[in-house]
């Protein structure tokens, strides 16, 4: 309903921290891989499609979509005013909903530094970078696979040579 809307309209903020942290993960695996490598050009085409879609949410917050909704559609007029009153997001709201997003993302490469370190890997801010946009990639293939079944595991399989675990039990 409205409150799935709503909440639909913040996670534009989360696509772009998305669009954001994968930059400097497709250039770590660039100089690590080389530009032509598949991660990067899978991590690149990550965030061209997060900047994409997040600022298209971040549009539908800001254009009064319920409103004609209801112009179009009279028997939902109280739910498109409800919606835009929802969804309504000032610039700076969003600014700084990106800006704490970006920053989870973040803390997210430092919990990517330890784990890497727990399983053998070398810690590097290139290979943690570069286990982040595995990350990503994975994430981004399993939201099309229902509950997620083995896609990370198979992503971090598939590219584990690039930071260093080529022992499949390690990736």
């Known amino acids: 309903g409205v409150a799935g809307l709503v909440d639909c309209c913040r996670r534009g903020s989360v696509l772009i921290a998305n669009a954001i ?8 695996v660039a100089r690590v891989a080389g530009a032509t490598h598949a991660l ?10 997060t900047l994409f879609l997040g600022s298209a ?4 917050s800001r254009s009064r979509f319920g409103a004609r909704l209801g112009r179009r559609f009279p028997k939902l007029k109280a739910l498109g005013a409800e919606l835009d009153e929802g969804a ?5 709201e969003l600014l700084l909903a990106t800006f704490f997003a970006t920053l989870s993302r973040l803390v997210q490469v430092v919990q990517y530094s330890v784990l890497l370190l727990s399983v053998g890997g070398v810690v590097t801010l ?5 286990t982040m946009g595995i990350h990503l990639v994975g994430a981004g293939f399993g ?29």
Not at 21 to 28: D, G, T, W, Y
Not at 126 to 130: E, M, P, Q, R, Y
Not at 147 to 164: M, P
Request: hydrophobic share 55%.
């Open 21 to 28: 942290i994968s930059i400097p993960c497709a250039i770590a």
């Open 40 to 49: 990067t050009w899978l991590i690149a085409a990550n965030a061209v499609g």
């Open 57 to 60: 949410v971040w549009v539908l």
């Open 88 to 92: 309504r997001a000032t610039r700076s």
């Open 126 to 130: 290139s290979s943690v970078l570069v």
């Open 143 to 171: 939201d099309m696979v229902p509950s997620q079944v083995g896609v990370h595991e198979a992503t971090y399989r598939l590219f584990a040579d690039i930071i260093g675990l080529s022992d499949p039990a390690r990736a």
